[in-house]
């Protein structure tokens, strides 16, 4: 490093641009701070672009009995998203489209004893409908579905238009910064700095707080300044896609099927492809179990699973793939799942915090978790805009493509041995 080396200081830097990060840089640019972003790969990269959409008040935690943690954190929060998605919250999210104002959870005829009493019960009240049969979605309006449907008045998002919406908001403030080119100092007094390589040196990046909101990419960060806590849990998942022939009207459906655990037998939400179709993304127990298993295996359970719970939909001329993914939480006991989201103070760096929204629909709940945090920590505003000249060397990063826009589907057949 020379003294020559130009200098940006900004009031919070954010490393890590997915749904945490994005939303995180839209509110405090409208609280006034200067900040910035730095984004490894594509916006909403590992994460956020592989997610179901589905923003969520918490029902589908309830099914183990009492209200939990996890439901009482995450219940405002449809309500929060649908101000911003009209303009009238604390992020403006009106570029973003919505897939499905509502979502289902339905039931196998084998537990729907259990799914009335619970539906039935005080922890549900005034969020789930039940759907009379004239009012079915198409794909269950046939003879043979012999379960119950419920509609939540929850909602599925199409999260890169919500990524491009957020990043738009900020343009010109989330830049591109390939890991080799990132050098990560802390001095004596345990303050952290980012210095960009660049082909003539170094632009030093200070701020009054960085903020990891890279994923599962928090640890290597925490790793580069020598640091190891809060620690880090990944559970792995391995979802299918399945790319369907039919028009969208007779297969478009959200919602999660219930069997006998609590975490959903299957989720099924249908997203639209580049090429014009619709794909079905099917997640819960099925990838949960798929995550131990290789991709014929989890697309032979898929095939089976969809021919139990749906024996009327023809799935002859659908092609298939699968995707490996994990989510990234603070750790908890015995891997479980994380309540709410989490912020916390890296390690000894007086200026680090690190953070993981552990769902995309506590996105808002994670930015007014930091802006807590930047209050008790005194970061204020900076009374100058900084010179953000010198990080031109850099790209924006863009958003990521979704994962159904890059595997490779292939027909049923091929994963028969
Ligand atoms: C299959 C699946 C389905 C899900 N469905 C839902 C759902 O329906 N509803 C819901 O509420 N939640 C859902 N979730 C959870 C939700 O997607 C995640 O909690 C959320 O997206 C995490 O966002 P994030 O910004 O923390 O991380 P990510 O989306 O993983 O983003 C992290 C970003 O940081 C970048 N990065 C990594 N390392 C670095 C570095 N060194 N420097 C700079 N940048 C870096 C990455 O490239 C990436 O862009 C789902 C998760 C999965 C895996």
């Known amino acids: 490093m020379s003294a020559q080396d130009p200098h940006v200081h900004l009031d919070v830097a954010i490393i890590g641009g997915?749904?945490?990060?994005?939303?995180?840089?839209?509110?405090?640019?409208?609280?006034?701070?200067?900040?910035?972003?730095?984004?490894?790969?594509?916006?909403?990269?590992?994460q956020s672009v592989a997610s179901q959409g589905m923003i969520h008040g918490g029902i589908k935690?309830?099914?183990?009995?009492?209200?939990?943690?996890?439901?009482?954190?995450?219940?405002?929060?449809?309500?929060h998203w649908r101000q911003c998605l009209n303009g009238e919250g604390d992020v403006d999210l009106r570029g973003a489209d919505t897939l499905c104002d509502h979502f289902y959870m339905w039931s196998s005829a084998s537990v729907t004893s259990k799914l009335t009493t619970f539906f039935a019960s005080k922890a549900t009240r005034g969020r789930v409908d039940k759907v009379a049969a004239n009012d079915r979605p198409a794909l269950f309006r046939q003879g043979k579905?012999?379960?119950?449907l419920y509609r939540l008045v929850d909602m599925v998002l199409d999260v890169p238009s919500v990524l491009r919406t957020l990043a738009n908001n900020v343009a010109g403030q989330t830049w591109l910064l390939p890991p080799e080119r990132a050098?990560?100092?802390?001095?004596?007094?345990?303050?952290?700095?980012?210095?960009?390589?660049?082909?003539?040196?170094?632009?030093?990046?200070?701020?009054?707080?960085?903020?990891?909101?890279?994923?599962?990419?928090?640890?290597?960060?925490?790793?580069?300044?020598d640091e190891n806590t809060p620690a880090m849990q990944e559970r792995p998942l391995q979802q299918v896609m399945v790319k369907l022939k039919q028009p969208?009207?007779?297969?478009r459906f959200y919602g999660h099927?219930?069997?006998?655990?609590?975490?959903?037998?299957?989720?099924?939400?249908t997203h639209p492809t580049q090429d014009g179709r619709w794909v079905w993304y099917l997640g819960g127990s099925l990838a949960e179990k798929g995550a131990q298993q290789t991709e014929a295996e989890v697309i032979r359970a898929a095939?089976?699973?969809?021919?139990?719970?749906?024996?009327?939909?023809?799935?002859?001329?659908?092609?298939?793939?699968?995707?490996?993914?994990?989510?990234?939480?603070?750790?908890?006991?015995?891997?479980?799942?994380?309540?709410?989201?989490?912020?916390?103070?890296?390690?000894?760096?007086?200026?680090?915090?690190?953070?993981?929204?552990t769902k995309l629909t506590l996105a808002p709940n994670l930015a007014s978790e930091c802006m807590e945090l930047l209050n008790a920590e005194g970061i204020k505003t900076a009374s100058h805009k900084p010179d953000l000249s010198a990080l031109d060397i850099l790209e924006q990063a863009k958003?990521?493509?979704?994962?159904?826009?890059?595997?490779?589907?292939?027909p049923f057949n091929e994963f028969v041995s």
């Not at 579905?145 to 119950?148: P, Y």
């Not at 802390?186 to 903020?211: M, P, W, Y």
């Open 399 to 410: 958003v990521s493509p979704c994962p159904w826009d890059q595997a490779d589907f292939k």
């Open 145 to 148: 579905f012999k379960g119950q």
């Open 18 to 46: 997915g749904i945490a990060g994005l939303w995180l840089i839209n509110r405090l640019q409208q609280a006034g701070y200067h900040c910035g972003l730095f984004e490894a790969k594509a916006l909403g990269s590992d």
């Open 257 to 269: 099927c219930l069997g006998t655990d609590k975490t959903p037998r299957l989720t099924i939400s």
């Open 248 to 251: 969208s009207d007779d297969i």
């Open 61 to 79: 935690y309830t099914l183990g009995g009492a209200l939990t943690g996890a439901s009482e954190a995450i219940a405002d929060m449809p309500d």
């Open 183 to 225: 050098n990560w100092i802390k001095n004596e007094s345990g303050e952290c700095e980012l210095r960009v390589k660049t082909d003539k040196g170094h632009v030093r990046v200070t701020a009054g707080q960085f903020i990891f909101s890279a994923g599962r990419g928090n640890q290597a960060l925490l790793r580069a300044l």
């Open 303 to 357: 095939q089976a699973e969809l021919t139990h719970l749906m024996p009327w939909m023809d799935l002859s001329e659908a092609t298939w793939a699968s995707l490996p993914v994990n989510r990234a939480e603070p750790r908890q006991k015995n891997l479980l799942r994380p309540d709410k989201a989490f912020i916390g103070k890296a390690g000894k760096c007086s200026n680090v915090a690190v953070a993981w929204p």
